[in-house]
């Protein structure tokens, strides 16, 4: 390899690294509702983007880049987020550079290994939101930084002189960086000042505000210059969306000082897929950041540089959230190549290594003494083994968490093509979709294609009581079966008043969550099946006093449709769940229900006082035609126990149906 590009071949190899893990099975899981936004939104005019951004709580920056890159590559789930994947590279490269410059060769391959491989930057290099490329933008914020810090240094004398005009493009790089990533996310604002007192404390360190030999005003004026362009430019931008911004979250419980501390470190070392078993290689990580502070090297301003990075940003957030939960892990990844910064000068001062050609060099460092090269070198070839094992155990600490991101759905996001899945596999023309939760649609929208009335509930918020139970009766009355689609209903209806009508007036039919989403099928109309007495005591303590099934004839597709009335006869003292089977030919489960037989948990029943549930049993696609019945019966949901009928079976028959053949389409 050529002499001049030989600097280049780390940043290239962990660009490349960390690309190929972020493109691997980029389009695996779903888009989730932030995604389902942000990809709808990225599609509209940039003048309707700006608007709906600020709407929904961000600048508008992200939103245009993402409305040019889906131009170019179309809206799919893995276009949508190569961009993420892109800036998530450009970051670990970047990273290995800023470590190398900072720390040495071995501290800046370390850096940009950790990036590479770092779980949490996977996680939102295979996103289409904002954060990676706030991550990179604070990266380019602080390299920019320190380049012009560097250009604009009073050199020594016999030093030589560096030309007055170098330091301009890396003010305009950094003032660029900044505007930008404060046109990404209002939270940026935080990583910004940060960078702009770090620059300020440096200028003040050198001695220009004690009559040094050069003029203090000539890089303090500019460098105010520009933030207060910067402050110009994101001052009103922040004022305009400060309503939407104090009510971001209904939540007021406040998030604790040391469950931010923790979790940040748990997330920045091992990810969002962390499990307890990973947790004895936080102890590395921690070891790691305390050597690189407490033992730092030829640069100690440059470790408290990556410091600041990384811990002004985290006492923002704990500040912010002491009196509103505004913490998530996510507005803090920009603070993450900091973290792996820290880890590479960590290891570094762990194994005595620093970078041999500047070891070589007799040089000027940020305490003013001059150092040595022998004994560095020596120590450098005495602990030659120190990057490989560094390296090995950031290699082996990322292993499980990775793997359960690419692999485990119990770690993936919201899966709203499973939804739109099961909606689409049994739903027909006169059917809807109930969108409890503002902002569902466009999401939903991405993934089923299929005409179906889509009703978002409620309309406003606060939810308008009278109005939305209008709307549930007109929708009742003109659909057949009902798809209740929640995503967070506690904040769009706190008070359960969509829920609570329809555990009135409709059958609930099948629930189901796909991670943060939950499904609930509902059957609309009337049992329209006679009214029963069977008055049958299961187990001695709850009676069925009366039900109605029906209808009579179904097709498969179908739902039958159950009306029952309970009794408590003594007090329930546990938890009881109603279970529903439809028996084939042979007595075989072809489908079921479980829940709760009744809106009110039975350990709330009072004694003799009836209670009505209402539930239904969805009859499979697949049915072939025949008889069949329904029969019920109450278990123990801890235990699995079920109550038993006074001739001692477990299961009553409430109900004889036909299936006849499927509809023809």
């Known amino acids: 390899m050529m002499p001049r590009y030989r600097p280049l071949a780390a940043p290239a190899a962990f660009f490349l690294l960390a690309l190929a893990l972020r493109l691997y099975a980029i389009d695996r899981q779903s888009l989730w509702y932030d995604e389902g936004l942000t990809v709808a939104l990225a599609q509209r005019p940039l003048a309707q983007i700006a608007r709906d951004a600020a709407a929904d709580v961000h600048p508008p920056l992200y939103y245009w880049a993402l409305h040019a890159w889906v131009a170019l590559f179309g809206a799919s789930e893995a276009a949508a987020r190569s961009l993420s994947a892109l800036c998530g590279a450009l970051t670990a490269a970047l990273t290995c550079l800023i470590g190398r410059r900072w720390f040495g060769s071995a501290a800046g391959a370390l850096s940009g290994l950790a990036a590479a491989v770092s779980p949490f930057a ?90 040094g030999r050069s003029p203090p005003w000539s890089s303090l ?110 507005f803090l990844l920009p603070a993450l190549p900091a973290f792996h910064l820290l880890l590479g000068a960590g290891a570094s001062a762990v194994g005595g290594l620093v970078d041999p050609q500047r070891a070589r060099r007799t040089q000027r460092p940020d305490n003013g003494r001059q150092l040595p090269s022998r004994p560095i070198l020596r120590a450098l070839r005495a602990r ?37 899945q099961a909606i689409a596999a049994t739903a027909r023309a006169d059917d809807a979709v109930l969108l409890v939760g503002p902002g569902q649609r466009e999401v939903l929208d991405y993934y089923l294609r299929r005409p179906l009335a889509r009703y978002p509930l409620p309309r ?13 009766e007109r929708i009742a009355g003109a659909h057949r079966r009902l798809y209740g689609v929640y995503y967070v209903p506690y904040e769009a209806d706190p008070a359960g008043v969509i829920q609570g009508w329809l555990r009135e007036h409709a059958f609930r039919a099948a629930s189901r969550w796909y991670g943060g989403v939950e499904l609930v099928v509902y059957e609309l109309g009337a049992a329209s099946g006679p009214e029963r007495a069977p008055e049958a005591s299961f187990g001695g303590q709850v009676r069925l006093a009366r039900v109605a099934a029906g209808p009579a004839e179904l097709r498969p597709g179908d739902a039958l449709r159950v009306e029952a009335t309970w009794v408590a006869e003594a007090p ?37 006082a009836p209670q009505r549930g209402r539930f239904a049993v969805l009859v499979p696609s697949g049915a072939p035609p025949g008889a069949y019945r329904l029969v019920v019966g109450l278990y123990e949901p801890a235990s699995g126990r079920r109550l038993t009928l006074p001739d001692g079976a477990d299961a009553l028959e409430i109900a004889g149906v036909h299936v006849g053949e499927a509809e023809r389409e």
Not at 406 to 412: E, H, I, L, V
């Open 384 to 420: 030659r083994g120190s990057p490989l094992l560094a390296a090995t155990l950031l290699l082996l600490a990322a292993i499980q968490p990775l793997a359960r991101e690419y692999t485990d759905p119990r770690f993936w996001r919201d899966d709203y093509r499973g939804v739109a």
């Open 221 to 330: 004026v500019p460098f105010t210059l520009a933030h207060l362009a910067l402050a110009a430019a994101y001052l009103p931008l922040v004022w305009g969306s400060r309503a939407r911004l104090e009510g971001w979250s209904l939540a007021k419980e406040p998030t604790g000082p040391l469950f931010i501390l923790s979790d940040a470190l748990r997330v920045f070392a091992l990810g969002p897929t962390a499990a307890p078993e990973d947790w004895p290689w936080l102890a590395l990580f921690g070891g790691l950041l305390l050597a690189a502070l407490l033992r730092p090297a030829l640069r100690p301003a440059r470790v408290w540089f990556a410091a600041a990075w990384l811990l002004v940003p985290l006492a923002a957030i704990v500040l912010l959230s002491l009196g509103q939960p505004y913490y998530r892990p996510r």
């Open 460 to 472: 406003v918020r606060p939810l308008d009581r009278k109005a939305t139970l209008a709307e549930l």
């Open 572 to 608: 329930v003292t546990g938890e009881l769940l109603l279970f529903a089977h439809l028996l084939g030919p042979g007595g075989k489960i072809v489908a079921q229900f479980d829940g709760s037989p009744a809106p009110e948990p039975p350990a709330r029943w009072r004694a003799g």
């Open 122 to 211: 996977v996680h939102y290099g295979q996103e289409a939101r904002m954060y990676a490329l706030a991550g990179l933008l604070a990266t380019l914020l602080w390299l920019a930084l320190e380049r012009w810090l560097a250009a604009t240094e009073e050199r020594g004398p016999g030093t030589g002189d560096r030309h007055p005009g170098a330091a301009w493009p890396w003010l305009l790089l950094y003032a660029a960086a900044a505007l930008a990533a404060l046109l990404t996310h209002y939270f940026m604002a935080a990583f910004v000042a940060t960078a702009a007192a770090a620059g300020v404390a440096t200028l003040h360190r050198r001695g220009w505000f004690q009559g």
